[in-house]
C-alpha cells in the first residue's frame, strides 16, 4: 500500500553525511495520527525522512492516536540512529535530539507513574502513605 503523507503535525532540520564525505540537508515529518482507513483498523501516523536514499512515507500504528504517536517517534530515533553520521543544530548527534527508542519503552521508568504505586504517594508526619 501507498501513503501519502498529508498534513504534517512536526518536522526536524538536520543534515547528514552520505559514504563519499558530502553533506546533505535532511528532515524528519511526522502526520498527524488518524484513523486507518481500513475496516477495524486502529491508527496510524505516518513518517518520512526526508533526504535519505530509501525516503518515502511510512506507517506507524497504534491502538490510539498517541499510541501510533509516540512509536513513530520511537522508530524514526532508531532509524536516525542506524544511519550514522547525522549533524543537528551544528554537532553531531546519533538522533537529531530525538531520545533513544529504549526511553520510551521503559517499563521501569513506565511503572513509576502507574496509580497506586507507593512511590507516587506523599508521606504525612506520622510516615504513613496517605491513600489519594
Known amino acids: 500500500m501507498t ?3 498529508g498534513k ?3 518536522r526536524r532540520d538536520f543534515q547528514w553525511r552520505d559514504r563519499d564525505g558530502s553533506l546533505r540537508p535532511g528532515r524528519i515529518e511526522i502526520g498527524v495520527p488518524r484513523r486507518d482507513r481500513r475496516p477495524g483498523g486502529d491508527w496510524v501516523c505516518l513518517r518520512r525522512i526526508v533526504g535519505f536514499p530509501d525516503e518515502k512515507v511510512r506507517p506507524t500504528y497504534g491502538i490510539d492516536g498517541v ?3 509516540l512509536l513513530a517517534l520511537a522508530i524514526l530515533s532508531t532509524e536516525l540512529e542506524l544511519a550514522g553520521n547525522i549533524i543537528w543544530l551544528g554537532k553531531k548527534s546519533k538522533r537529531a535530539g530525538l531520545p533513544p527508542s529504549r526511553h520510551f519503552f521503559d517499563s521501569r ?3 513509576l507513574l502507574r496509580p497506586g ?3 507516587r ?3 504525612s508526619s506520622g ?3 496517605k491513600s489519594g
Open 109 to 111: 521508568k513506565a511503572s
Open 67 to 69: 499510541q501510533a504517536l
Open 127 to 129: 510516615g504513613r502513605a
Open 3 to 5: 501513503y501519502r503523507m
Open 117 to 119: 504505586n507507593p512511590r
Open 8 to 10: 504534517v503535525m512536526a
Open 121 to 123: 504517594r506523599s508521606t
